[in-house]
């Protein structure tokens, strides 16, 4: 037996290093996530829980429903157990500052004189909705009623889990400490009864949430004025990182901006983007 498929030898279901390589290689082929061995604890955790809810006895056992007749149907709460959906509202943000300052801002001015009509902004695997929401949420607090209807925040994720809970958008109420006071009494209200916060109707009505696989091709046409897409490369090789951010660069109008994660780069692609500021690009012409 070898050290990896001892060291799981006494748990309650054995993954051999055969059955997480076969994993492995399959959530790599859907979804693009690369899982290293030392994914191998966190492969097991997740993907356990959905063996009990199967009443599955082995993970052989799980891996012989993915290969057979019933296999698509598994396809996707397997990349639901798998997906890693950390987020908060304003992480990162500075972003946030960027976006009312150099978006919104320019955008209203713009509205105004008739130069233009409306903003598009796509927030490229938003997990449980607190980032297309704190967007949403400078919007109400920035812009008159009247600009803020302009403005279009498209929130995708490949997680069909996830997105129920943001298509929803109740939250512990604990999840509002880093949401500014004044920015908050406009759109949320708190039960302080069930400790939730509930994202009002202005903030629901700018957003559109719908289940989209990164690596497919996309529905949606350019050109968007701001892409987010934070905290979602750092899970795919550099290969697809690099096609992503082209893809990206392809969608943008030129002027428009790209946010991404504070551990994430460009890998190098200087002739589609400036450096606006941390981790914010900007669409070369
Ligand atoms: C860590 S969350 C980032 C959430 C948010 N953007 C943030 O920065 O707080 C990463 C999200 O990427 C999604 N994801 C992973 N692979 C994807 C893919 N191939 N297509 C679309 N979304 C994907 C996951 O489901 C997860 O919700």
């Not at 030898?9 to 959530?27: C, G, M, N, Q, W």
């Not at 290969?67 to 509202?89: C, M, R, S, V």
């Not at 978006?103 to 796509?122: H, I, T, Y």
Request: net charge positive; hydrophobic share 40%; proline share 5%.
């Amino acid at each position: 037996m070898g050290s990896a498929a001892q060291a799981t030898k006494d748990r309650e279901f054995t993954l051999t290093s055969s059955d997480f390589a076969f994993i492995v290689k399959l959530v790599y082929e859907r979804a693009g996530i690369v899982l290293g061995d030392h994914k191998r604890d966190m492969v097991y955790t997740r993907l356990a829980r959905r063996l009990r809810s199967l009443g599955i006895e082995s993970f052989k056992a799980y891996i012989e429903l993915i290969n057979g007749p019933q296999g698509d149907d598994e396809l996707g709460p397997l990349i639901n157990a798998i997906t890693t959906n950390h987020t908060k509202f304003f992480r990162e943000a500075h972003h946030f500052s960027h976006f009312r300052n150099e978006v919104l801002k320019p955008f209203a001015k713009a509205f105004r004189q008739g130069k233009q009509k409306g903003l598009r902004v796509w927030s490229a695997g938003c997990s449980s909705g607190e980032e297309p929401y704190s967007l949403a949420m400078v919007v109400a607090a920035s812009l008159p009623k009247r600009e803020a209807e302009k403005v279009r925040i498209l929130a995708t994720d490949l997680d069909t889990n996830i997105l129920e809970t943001a298509k929803r958008g109740v939250y512990p109420a604990n999840g509002m400490a880093e949401v500014p006071e004044a920015i908050r009494r406009r759109s949320v209200s708190i039960d302080p009864k069930r400790e939730t916060a509930t994202m009002g109707d202005n903030l629901k009505s700018l957003i559109v949430f719908k289940q989209l696989n990164l690596l497919k091709p996309w529905p949606h046409k350019g050109p968007l004025d701001v892409i987010f897409c934070r905290n979602v490369m750092i899970y795919f090789d550099p290969e697809t990182r690099r096609s992503l951010i082209q893809r990206y660069a392809g969608l943008l109008r030129p002027g428009g901006y790209l946010y991404i994660g504070h551990s994430e780069s460009l890998l190098g692609q200087t002739d589609l983007f400036e450096t606006e500021a941390s981790t914010t690009y900007k669409r070369l012409p």
